[in-house]
């Protein structure tokens, strides 16, 4: 229920109302804090597979290509929530919308960049530039595509985003790629703390309110890190490595033209584009109890383009809004797109300052995979939860059934496809584009009279 304290019922539906600042700012990091965890763990993973991250060679250097990586979610998650806060031209919402990195893109880089070191950064950020272009394109008609996909083909995608993804929080958990085959891998040393986390999280979901239960990953891993530093499994050494201050390199690993990474990407911004335009009637509906306007939904998507671009030219990965914070809107019901910005402020501090990525990294990887285990079977029963909106007649179960099969068993046997080349393998082994694009044309062919 809205605090009252905070202006009359009518000025906290109002996007452009500025509560008193000393309740402003900390609403502001409250908005950080229940996206902080979600925003940082895809650099992580995707230098993980990269083999710089944990357990790579640059462990004695201090990761210094994994913390420029943190840094730059942050960074770039506070300047695209501010394109969409304060609006840059066309684009933006001009509502309280909190933008950050996008776990969606995950299946499709982690293939894009494995085993390849830096020297897959630099078609993996061409991607992910020419994507966010593609992303703001899209904004002018993406009204016009959203009967393309439908709760079935919609909750299949972001089925198949969590399934796809849960692998790496198990790997992460029982101790990473870097102990697998060694006695370590799987031991219970790795695995309590990472069951602490996972303990802490929905013990304080399920029996806390406010800001305890919308932080509560964050408080879980801060748990778990307490634990795993008892045990002896958190090191200090390299934090003093860092710099205290530091500017983002444009092309800083270069730039290099794969076509599967950008169609991917590409493909990708259809479904982040159709994410936005649900979080931006979440936001309006629960804060200010009204639809969303076109002029909103269009410069939210243009916002979502137009940061994912920037990102990727200073070697950022792609933004989107974030859900959680949709519901934190509906939670406090306090509007207040300054309230965001103030947030974004804060994003955009830490993003200048290495040292605060370089802390991040301290947390051991097992620690880490006890959160997203939770982040990962959240984002698959988030599409389980709207495919309850789907009439499972007979043809939507086909459409379903062909779309999963494929999907999910290109990417459990990826070798299945060792004969094609390349570009079709890293689209293909992600599972999720063939489940999707299988999903998007049966829906738009297969004629209703299956189901009689």
């Known amino acids: 229920m809205a605090d009252t304290s905070l202006g009359t019922a009518e000025q906290l539906r109002d996007p452009n109302y500025t509560p008193p600042l000393a309740k402003a700012v900390p609403l502001g990091i409250q908005h950080v804090l229940a996206m902080f965890v979600s925003n940082v763990t895809p650099a992580i993973i995707v230098c993980g597979a990269a083999g710089i991250g944990f357990g790579s060679d640059q462990g004695a ?101 969590g399934l796809s993804l849960v692998k790496v929080g198990i790997q992460y958990a029982a101790g990473g790629v870097p102990l697998m085959g060694k006695p370590e891998f799987g031991s219970m040393a790795m695995w309590l703390p990472a069951l602490v986390v996972i303990v802490v999280t929905l013990a304080l979901k399920f029996f806390t309110k406010g800001m305890m239960s919308v932080a509560a990953v964050l408080i879980g891993i801060i748990v778990g890190y307490i634990v795993a530093y008892l045990m002896g499994q958190v090191s200090f050494g390299n934090v003093g490595k860092a710099a205290l201050f530091a500017a983002p390199l444009p092309f800083k690993w270069g730039f290099e033209f794969n076509m599967a990474i950008v169609i991917g990407m590409c493909f990708m911004a259809v479904i982040s584009a159709i994410e936005t335009v649900g979080d931006v009637s979440g936001i309006t509906k629960g804060g200010a109890g009204r639809e969303a306007t076109d002029t909103e939904i269009t410069g939210a998507t243009y916002a979502d383009g137009l940061g994912t671009a920037i990102a990727g030219v200073f070697g950022g990965l792609p933004n989107t809004s974030f859900s959680q914070n949709v519901g934190l809107i509906s939670m406090t019901g306090i509007m207040s ?63 379903f059934a062909i779309s999963l099969s494929i999907g999910l068993g290109l990417q459990l046997e ?30 738009l062919v297969l004629p209703e009279e299956l189901d009689d």
């Open 61 to 161: 250097l201090g990761f210094p290509d994994m913390t420029y990586m943190i840094q730059m979610s942050m960074l770039f998650a506070g300047i695209a929530t501010l394109i969409q806060t304060i609006g840059v031209g066309p684009a933006g919402a001009k509502l309280p919308i909190v933008q950050g990195t996008s776990f969606a893109f995950l299946p499709v880089m982690i293939p894009a960049v494995a085993g390849l070191g830096t020297a897959g950064l630099a078609g993996l950020m061409t991607g992910v530039m020419i994507g966010g272009l593609f992303h703001m394109i899209l904004g002018t008609f993406i009204g016009k595509i959203r009967f393309a996909l439908p709760p079935l083909v919609t909750g299949l995608i972001v089925l198949m985003i």
């Open 414 to 443: 990826p070798s299945a496809l060792q004969h094609m080349p390349k570009t079709l393998q890293i689209l293909l082994t992600s599972g999720l584009l063939p489940a999707a694009g299988l999903a998007i044309i049966l829906n």
């Open 337 to 399: 797109r300054h309230v965001v910005t103030i947030g974004a402020i804060f994003l955009i501090i830490c993003g200048f300052i290495p040292m605060v990525g370089a802390i991040i990294r301290t947390v051991p990887i097992n620690v880490l995979g006890g959160g997203v285990i939770v982040m990962f079977g959240m984002v698959a029963a988030a599409g389980v939860n709207m495919l309850a909106d789907v009439n499972w007649n007979r043809r939507n179960m086909v459409i």
